[in-house]
C-alpha cells in the first residue's frame, strides 16, 4: 500500500524473513529503520557506500523508489546473490510502504 502523507502514521517497512512491520518517519532508511527497531541487518561501513553488507531485496513497492546511484550499483555487484530487486540499505529511504527480504548472509 502506497503511504498517503496525510495519515498520521509514516509509510511501512515489512522486514523478511521475520515478517516484522514498523511504522517509520518519511525519509527514513531502511538501514536506520533497522537499527531503530532492532531487526539484525549487516551494516560494517555504517552506512557510507563503502561495502555491501547492508544488501537487502525489495519485493514490494520498490517500483516506487529513486533508481540507485551508480556508486551504489557498483557496491551491489560485490553483494552475495544480487537480483533485479537488490537494493543497499543504506541507500534506500522509505518513501511509501515496502517490504524487503534481509539475505541469510546480511543478518547480523
Ligand atoms: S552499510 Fe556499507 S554500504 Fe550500506
Not at 35 to 51: K, P, T, Y
Request: proline fraction near 8%; charge should be negative; hydrophobic fraction near 35%.
Amino acid at each position: 500500500m502506497i503511504w498517503n502523507p496525510f495519515k498520521s502514521k509514516g509509510p511501512t517497512l515489512t522486514f523478511l524473513p521475520d515478517n516484522r512491520t514498523v511504522t517509520v518517519k518519511p525519509e527514513t532508511t531502511v538501514l536506520q529503520a533497522a537499527i531503530d527497531h532492532n531487526i539484525n541487518l549487516r551494516h560494517a561501513c555504517d552506512g557510507n557506500l563503502a561495502c555491501s553488507t547492508c544488501h537487502i531485496y525489495i519485493h514490494d513497492g520498490g517500483e516506487y523508489l529513486p533508481e540507485p546511484s551508480l556508486e551504489e550499483e557498483d557496491r551491489l555487484e560485490s553483494a552475495d546473490s544480487p537480483q533485479a530487486c537488490s537494493r543497499l540499505a543504506c541507500q534506500v529511504r522509505v518513501i511509501h510502504d515496502l517490504v524487503i527480504e534481509i539475505p541469510p548472509s546480511h543478518i547480523a
